[in-house]
């Protein structure tokens, strides 16, 4: 069965632009939580979507937001870009976010 | 705060040999610990899980074991393959989290031929 898919794979922007990421979930699957993986912080939790709902989030300021659709795919939005948002972005699903997750291959973002 | 510590940044293991990746976490609420193995430019896959509830999971072989009274966890790799040349990562998770998985910064395994 496919696995998580995440688009694009690698962004480029500039300081102050804003961004949205994409992420689309293994089929049936209802949760999907997004990272944010740093070198110096390593990886860190973002936020988790149930059904459309924002369920569980991280210690990010406001900038970073998200929605997840009917049909479970969900994306990520980043506000007024600032270069320590470079990082790796990671999206991964869960049938029900308590049983582990399945990660996708991420997107590279690089704020210049 | 890091909640979840990865004190080895690397570690080397002769192929055959046994690797051990270990893990310390602070929190005495998580109760899902599960183990990933991630390649550069790849996002982390699973590798194994243990719940609190018990002390050790095998899977081929990984084996894990859990302290519990010590917040201690590791990971034994036996016998380690150069294809487990990878960075590691523990990570934790409870239900006062919302089953959000908090990381470690990850054990950087070398598997020398």
């Known amino acids: 069965k496919a696995g998580v898919t995440q688009t694009p794979r690698y962004l480029i922007k500039t300081r102050g632009q804003q961004v949205t990421l994409s992420c689309s979930p293994i089929?049936?699957?209802?949760?999907v939580s997004w990272y944010q993986q740093t070198p110096g912080q390593g990886l860190q939790f973002l936020f988790e979507?149930?059904?459309?709902?924002?369920?569980n989030k991280g210690n990010f300021p406001g900038r970073f937001s998200g929605r997840q659709f009917s049909n479970s795919r969900s994306e990520m939005n980043v506000s007024t870009l600032e270069l320590g948002d470079s990082a790796l972005y990671l999206c991964?699903?869960?049938?029900?976010?308590?049983?582990?997750?399945?990660f996708g291959s991420g997107t590279r973002l690089t704020v210049v | 705060d890091q909640q979840v510590k990865q004190n080895s940044p690397s570690l080397s293991v002769q192929e055959g040999r046994i690797s051990i990746l270990n893990c310390d976490y602070t929190?005495?609420?998580?109760?899902?610990f599960l183990w990933y193995k991630k390649y550069p430019a790849e996002g982390p896959t699973f590798l194994i899980s243990?719940?609190?509830?018990?002390d050790k999971n095998e899977d081929g072989r990984f084996t894990v074991f859990l302290n519990k009274s010590a917040k201690h966890l590791s990971l034994h790799i036996v016998p380690s393959q150069p294809g487990d040349s990878a960075v590691y990562f523990c990570?934790?998770?409870?239900?006062?989290?919302?089953?959000?998985?908090?990381f470690g910064k990850g054990t950087s395994l070398l598997v020398t031929p």
């Open positions: 991964a699903s869960s049938l029900l976010g308590e049983d582990g997750y399945t």
């Open positions: 243990i719940s609190s509830i018990k």
């Open positions: 979507y149930f059904s459309e709902t924002q369920r």
């Open positions: 990570a934790a998770s409870g239900a006062n989290s919302g089953y959000a998985l908090n």
């Open positions: 089929s049936g699957h209802r949760s």
């Open positions: 929190n005495s609420m998580f109760d899902y």
